[in-house]
C-alpha cells in the first residue's frame, strides 16, 4: 500500500494535532481532543490513515510525556486503542452523516461513546494487570474514564462540523482533478 505525498503530509499533520493537542489538555484530566483527531483523520482519509494517525499520534504523546514515559504495555495498549478510533473513522466514512440531523448526532454519540471505549478498556485492563490489584485498579480506571466519556460526547458533536467541512473540500478536490 502507498500513499501520495500530500497524504503523508497530512498524516505527520494530524498525529502532530495529536501530540500538540494531548500537551493542552494536561491540565483537565481526561479531556483529550486526540480522540477526535484520530476519528477525523478515519473520517476523512479512510481506515489506514486513521490507523495511522491514532498509532503514531498516542505513540508520540505515550513516548514524550510531560510526566515520562509510560511503561512499554500500557503504551502498546494506548497506541491499539487510539488506533481504534482511527478505525471507527474510517467505517464511519461509508455513512453520510448531517450532524444537524437527530440521527446524524445520534451517530456521533455512537462514535464518541465507541472510540472511548475502545480506548479505555484494553488501558485499564493492561493497567491494572500489570501493576495489580487488578479489579481495584481496573474499576477506577473505568471510572475516570467517564469523564473522558462525558468530554468525548460533548466534543464529537460539537466538532464534526469542521471534520464535514474538510471531508466535502477534499471530496471537491479529487473530483476536480
Known sequence: ??????????????????????????????????????????????????????????????????????????????????????LIGGISQNWSCDCKSLRGRLWLLMAAFVCTMLFYLPVSFVDAWVYQPFWPRFVTGMIWSLISLVANLLIFPLLFGVTRHLYDRERDMRCSN
Open 1 to 86: 500500500m502507498s500513499f501520495p505525498p500530500r497524504l503523508i503530509t497530512r498524516i505527520a499533520l494530524f498525529s502532530a494535532l495529536i501530540y500538540v493537542l494531548s500537551w493542552g489538555t494536561t491540565l483537565l484530566p481526561n479531556v483529550n481532543l486526540a480522540f477526535f483527531v484520530a476519528f477525523s483523520a478515519g473520517y476523512l482519509w479512510g481506515i489506514a490513515p486513521g490507523l495511522m494517525v491514532g498509532a503514531v499520534g498516542m505513540w508520540l504523546w505515550s513516548s514524550f510525556n510531560p510526566y515520562g514515559p509510560v511503561s512499554l504495555p500500557v503504551m502498546l495498549a494506548q497506541v491499539a486503542g487510539m488506533a481504534a478510533c482511527g
